[in-house]
């Protein structure tokens, strides 16, 4: 997001800019060159326009470089001339792009991990990783580690849409067919309908829908603004609010702890020690509710505690949890372990979601029985109960 700001210098002159960034990190960051804030305020045009002309690549893409990169290595070839042979083989615009700006800044004395950075097509982690990995020298492990960190997140982010794409497609269909309802059919039909006080109560009901939809059809388009708007603010809500959900409160924590375990322990296997990596993690973690204990374990390490006793301290990771960062710790494999707890829970948010697809169809397909049978009972049947009347010419409802 980015933010408008006008601030008085310690001269007194008053400075305009614009800051990409969090609001907090940007005060901050203002304060700290002894700047008083006279106003600020989202820049909404840059920012929509940022995110429309941002582009990332993928997780499979990621995976799918990061392992030929590696394998090319292994012929001997350095990672320059790696990293121009891909960009000859590569048919993505994104990547081959990147892949023409890495090869320049390789040649004009660039460090990989500035090269990559450079491109602002690839995730923090490449290059927190890189900046170690390049010190190390033993690339073709980090490049190993980057392949099956994204190829992990890739079929974890397929599964989640071949999850969602049944329910997504059913609810649209629903939501067709009541407007298609409410515009074309009721109207031709409503004549037909016996709307009396002491009628239907499903016919009313039914009636007075229809002309709420074609009333006020443009209520419907707030309806996915407020989705928006109340998962942005559970997002950054605490965690019992997302542990209060049924299905997809444990869902969201297993899905945070496997992205966390993952990350961590692809950065600690590449030399970072286990305060950077939170710190790193803290810092663009997608899970706000789980970046605040992020924050709290910090506070405890730096009291003294070690990584498995300040997890311990914090009831919401399980117990489980700091019994295998203890053996991780006591053994010298934290970042093996780590990748265990990883995997873990990313079966565990596979198995989640197939229980969450086996009660999402079902429901679905119950719910639209009953809404074709509030259909039948609301028209056809209080139609068929007034034939007599319609056929004797007695229309009087």
Not at 363 to 382: D, K, Q, R
Request: glycine letters at 4%; hydrophobic letters at 45%; one cysteine or more.
């Amino acid at each position: 997001m980015y933010y408008k700001y006008s601030v008085l210098s310690e001269t007194g002159n008053e400075i305009r800019g614009i800051e990409e960034g969090s609001l907090p990190k940007i005060k901050q960051k203002l304060k700290e060159k002894n700047y008083y804030i006279l106003a600020i305020e989202t820049d909404l045009v840059k920012s929509i326009t940022s995110l429309l002309a941002k582009k990332r690549l993928k997780s499979q893409s990621l995976a799918t470089f990061f392992e030929d990169l590696r394998n090319m290595l292994k012929t001997g070839i350095s990672v320059k001339e790696a990293i121009i042979a891909l960009e000859e083989d590569s048919v993505e615009p994104v990547l081959t792009e990147a892949l023409t700006i890495i090869a320049e800044d390789l040649t004009n004395g660039f460090s990989l991990a500035s090269a990559f950075g450079r491109t602002k097509v690839f995730p923090w982690q490449v290059l927190s990783v890189l900046k170690v990995g390049e010190k190390s020298g033993d690339l073709e492990r980090i490049f190993k580690d980057l392949s099956l960190y994204y190829s992990r997140e890739a079929n974890f982010t397929r599964s989640l849409k071949n999850a969602v794409i049944y329910p997504l497609i059913i609810f649209c269909m629903l939501i067709g067919v009541m407007f298609y309802v409410s515009f074309k059919v009721i109207p031709h039909l409503e004549v037909l309908l016996p709307i009396k006080t002491n009628s239907y109560f499903a016919t009313r009901l039914l009636l007075f829908f229809c002309h709420f939809l074609r009333n006020f059809w443009f209520v419907c388009l707030l309806f996915p603004v407020a989705i928006v708007l109340i998962y942005s603010k559970v997002k950054k809500g605490s965690t019992s609010l997302y542990h209060r959900i049924p299905l997809l409160g444990a869902l969201a924590k297993d899905t945070a702890l496997s992205s966390l375990f993952s990350n961590l322990s692809v950065l600690t296997r590449n030399g970072i020690n286990i305060v950077d990596a939170l710190s790193l993690v803290e810092e663009t973690f997608y899970y706000q509710f789980l970046a605040e204990r992020i924050r709290r374990l910090k506070d405890f390490i730096s009291s003294g505690l070690s990584f498995w006793q300040a997890v311990e301290k914090d009831k919401f990771f399980p117990k489980a949890v700091s019994y295998s960062i203890r053996k991780g710790e006591e053994m010298g494999l934290l970042d093996e372990y780590l990748e265990r707890l990883a995997a873990v829970y990313f079966d565990r948010v596979s198995r989640r979601i197939g229980v969450i697809l086996n009660f999402v169809q079902p429901a679905l397909l119950l719910f639209c029985a009953g809404i074709l049978l509030f259909i039948v009972s609301a028209f056809i049947i209080p139609v068929y109960s007034n034939l007599s009347n319609i056929a004797g010419g007695n229309i009087n409802f």
